[in-house]
């Protein structure tokens, strides 16, 4: 009894994750109400503070989730499984749900925007994570391994934005390739 | 007489677009009204369909010479003037209008959405300035030219994205040199 009540718990709190991310992508951040959440969810609207104590909190739990993922995967390429980082993230681009980070950005860049400081956290996670792999000797003298890294996640945020400006101006497999090439091996490595 | 009424015309121009611009940056494109800009400009709401016909006629004057100033100076550096190509970019990023295109790339990216055509173009057109200058035999094998504009011209976006975010934590100079570093030598040039 105890058990399917934590299984329906955790249901509810991974349908409502859903459903915002979801919303935040369609409507934005600001303009999405606990009630289109707990609609779209079929949830109800009061059991969203509980989960996630506010409207913040419930938008950190939907980046973290969507992070994860390719955090998971970046990381799981590192140990025995032969995986590839760069067909990861270009997986995660090709994500309907991935839109949401570039709807979300014209409100981060807002001033004294709430979502700012998690958008901060969020790239430089993603920073650390590339960083911890530059070996800083690889790389052009002058350039150092915090800069090179800024350029790699610019990268991939930019050509996420071309692509889906325009999915037809730019072939996402033909951009992988050319980012290895500039990546050192370990990092890019097929 | 005549002279000074086409002064005043091209003022207003002038004024209606600064305004337009600083409002779409503020409140998104959508949210900006006519009255909103006349108000900004301090001119007749009246005269805004005259001088652009529409919102989007009034949103591609705006993105038209905030790109021209970049492309233009893009375009100074390869002639007779010594510039600096990067420089101009990061001049260009720097810019506090210029987090104009971080705000309306999330109304640009909604389905039927009426500007993502623009930013389309705006794209190609940042694309080809760069491709023109980037000798294929340049470039590692296996990396196209195409796939490498797309590259570069990301890394402008994400690196502006990452900086606007989070200024502290990203050394623009910094990225310029790690950027040239990746450059042929006649697009990276100092």
Do not use: C
């Not at 949401?100 to 993603?126: C, K």
């Amino acid at each position: 009894m105890a058990t399917r009540r934590i299984q329906r718990t955790e249901e509810s709190r991974r349908l409502l994750v859903t459903a915002a991310a979801e919303l935040f992508a369609e409507k934005g951040y600001r303009q999405t109400s606990f009630i289109d959440i707990a609609e779209r969810a079929g949830i109800s609207r009061g059991s969203i503070p509980w989960h996630f104590g506010n409207k913040l909190g419930l938008l950190e739990a939907v980046l973290d989730e969507r992070v994860h993922g390719m955090l998971a995967g970046i990381a799981a390429s590192e140990g025995e499984r032969p995986g590839d980082p760069l067909d990861q993230v270009m997986g995660f681009i090709r994500l309907p749900v991935t839109r949401l980070f570039i709807t979300l950005l014209a409100e981060a860049v807002e001033v004294d925007s709430p979502i700012r400081e998690h958008y901060a956290r969020l790239h430089a996670a993603l920073r650390q994570a590339v960083l911890a792999r530059i070996p800083a000797q690889a790389l052009s003298p002058g350039t150092t391994p915090e800069a090179f890294t800024v350029l790699m996640i610019g990268a991939i945020i930019g050509v996420h934005v071309q692509w889906r400006v325009a999915p037809e101006a730019v072939d996402l497999d033909a951009v992988r390739d050319a980012m290895r090439a500039l990546l050192p091996a370990d990092l890019g490595r097929a």
